[in-house]
């Protein structure tokens, strides 16, 4: 078992106190977004095994088998194929969807062989991966996920009465639904540059007033947008999806073609390792219309919430059911009987409440306090789970 050190990444769009308070620390009053843990590249973990602080990457590298086990290897290659993160959103995030593991590589393919550097603004493609994710809320979270459906979308932004609009709704209230949402999102996408202005800037005012009429109502969660982003049609093409509200302890799994956006508020996070981001919003960042209308999929559907159900063969683990292998998240709310979990996967465990002990099959141990986290080699042998009042969240994959 190896205790963790992780690497915070400053985004613009963090909150400046979410982190800090897991961790346990006094805020620097800049923004800390995403607390890392894991294999990235970009910013991988360290472990020190007695010769100093060494990024996992490496150590998975030396010895894939050694660390993630031969059924690991076998079935996702040498790197652990998923990131586990702590989100915490201050501010709205881009609206955006991922590719399929298909269009990544084809995608990735051709944009290799046109020659557009990795690094460069208008690359969507940075390497062959799918990302799809899966969001679990540490506190109340709000976000935007999936399409309304386009008769209600279009009562949403009927309700503004700004006549500018009026296309979008015709477009929504008189075509099939798939493509009445693919429409739809290109023209609100292909506004030119001085009508996107003006019609964004009535837009949120109109907003503004339906939320001091109704605090309640359907128009402020987008408040937000309006005061952080003026002027970005990602408020419009926001309208499109559904905003939901998690609790604690609720979860989202977002995959391939879904376009979905966070809001506000602090989650624990798992994907697949990739940084293929198609966006639509809500960013200073490249937004490349026709292939974003290309990977979408146009699709109305009400979120679909998850929360942890019971392991059989494993009390008191809590797992968030997906639909792929290369992640699997579980939670622990411990009490005092301890737990146990097997070794034949890799894994990371994160403690966000409490304090909870670690102890492997050799009776070596590692104590996890709030914020804290490890990285647990396939060794094939149990590790003991303690600590009564402590939670844990298990990353590991599906073998």
């Known amino acids: 078992m190896d205790r963790l050190v992780n690497t915070v990444r400053p985004y613009a769009w963090g909150s400046v106190t979410a982190i800090p308070e897991l961790l346990g620390q006094q805020p620097t009053g800049q923004p800390q977004a995403e607390l890392w843990m894991g294999a990235h590249p970009g910013a991988p973990s360290r472990v020190d095994r007695g010769d100093g602080p060494r990024p996992l990457d490496e150590l998975i590298a030396a010895d894939p088998q050694g660390e993630l086990g031969a059924a690991a290897v076998a079935g996702f290659g040498p790197g652990l194929p998923f990131l586990f993160k702590v989100l915490a959103a201050g501010i709205p995030l881009s609206i955006q969807a991922h590719p399929t593991l298909a269009q990544a590589r084809a995608g990735f393919a051709d944009e290799q062989a046109r020659g557009i550097p990795l690094d460069a603004p208008e690359r969507n493609y940075r390497d062959a991966n799918h ?4 969001i679990c809320a540490l506190d109340a979270f709000d976000g935007l996920c999936g399409f309304r459906h386009p008769t209600d979308a279009a009562d949403l932004i009927a309700g503004l009465r700004v006549p500018a609009l009026d296309p979008v709704i015709a477009i929504l209230r008189g075509r099939p639904e798939g493509e009445a949402l693919r429409e739809a999102l290109a023209a609100i996408l292909s506004m030119d540059g001085a009508t996107t202005a003006a019609v964004v800037g009535e837009v949120a005012e ?4 339906a939320a001091e009429t109704d605090p309640a109502g359907p128009y402020a969660a987008y408040t937000r947008i309006t005061r952080t982003f003026p002027g970005d049609i990602g408020l419009i093409a926001g309208m499109l999806l559904n905003h939901i509200r998690l609790q604690p302890g609720e979860a989202l799994y977002l995959g391939a073609g879904v376009p979905h ?3 506000y508020g602090t989650a624990v996070e798992i994907m697949a390792n990739s940084d ?7 960013t200073p960042k490249h937004i490349d219309v026709p292939e974003l209308l290309r990977i979408v999929e146009f699709e109305a559907a009400a979120p679909d919430v998850l929360r942890p159900v019971p392991v059989a063969d494993n009390p008191g683990e809590g797992l968030y059911p997906v639909p792929i292998d290369e992640f699997r998240l579980s ?3 411990l009490g005092t009987e301890p737990r146990r979990i097997d070794g034949r996967a890799p894994q990371i465990l994160l403690c966000t409440a409490g304090t909870a002990r670690l102890t492997a099959a050799d009776g070596s141990t590692v104590d996890l306090a709030r914020g804290e986290s490890a990285f647990l080699p396939a060794t094939g042998k149990d590790t003991e789970l303690a600590g009564p009042g402590a939670t844990l969240f298990r990353a590991t994959v599906t073998l």
């Open 131 to 134: 990302k799809p994710e899966l």
């Open 331 to 333: 939670r622990f709310d």
């Open 276 to 282: 293929n981001v198609l966006r639509a919003g809500l």
């Open 261 to 263: 956006g966070y809001l």
């Open 206 to 209: 109109a907003v503004v007033r």
